[in-house]
């Protein structure tokens, strides 16, 4: 709403306006989506999926809103807003793409290394309660004819 104003006061031609909002609308929402992701996994990791899609309905529904109740300004130009915002919307996804795999990555490794350092653990405490094995040939009758193994 703040974008949509702020670019409507703006006295320049109506293609340069609509190719500035369409910019701004997908720098504004692919910012919001970065900062609500970042927060909330460190925050709760498990809340981040939700809090996403709640990001994404109150997005449509504002913009929805917006476009059904005000409707587009006279001034939009529909070509100059449509091609900026895919223009902004490749750029965004270059830009952050090779930033989430190197994210995903360091996530892939340190879970493999929580996996591996949980198996370890593991195999520590069973070792642990597993009998120990006398000395020497286990197949052997000990004292009483008895053999070690069960």
């Known amino acids: 709403m703040i974008l949509i104003t702020s670019v409507a006061v703006i006295n320049v031609d109506p293609l340069w306006r609509s190719i500035g909002l369409g910019t701004g609308l997908v ?15 460190r925050l709760a990791p498990a809340a981040t999926a939700p809090a996403l899609a709640l990001l994404y309905l109150l997005k449509v529904v504002v913009m929805g809103w917006y476009l059904l109740s005000v409707g587009a300004p006279d001034w939009l130009h529909s070509l100059g807003f449509a091609i900026s915002v895919a223009a902004g919307l490749v750029l965004s996804w270059l830009v952050l793409a090779p930033i989430a795999m190197r994210a995903s990555s360091v996530l892939a490794s340190e879970y493999t290394a929580v996996v591996r350092a949980k198996e370890e653990q593991a ?15 286990s197949s052997e009758p000990t004292e009483g004819g008895e053999h070690d193994r069960a």
């Open 123 to 137: 195999a520590a405490e069973a070792q642990a309660e597993s009998p120990t094995i006398l000395d020497g040939n």
């Open 27 to 41: 720098i504004l929402s692919t910012g919001l989506t970065v900062f609500v992701t970042v927060l909330m996994y």
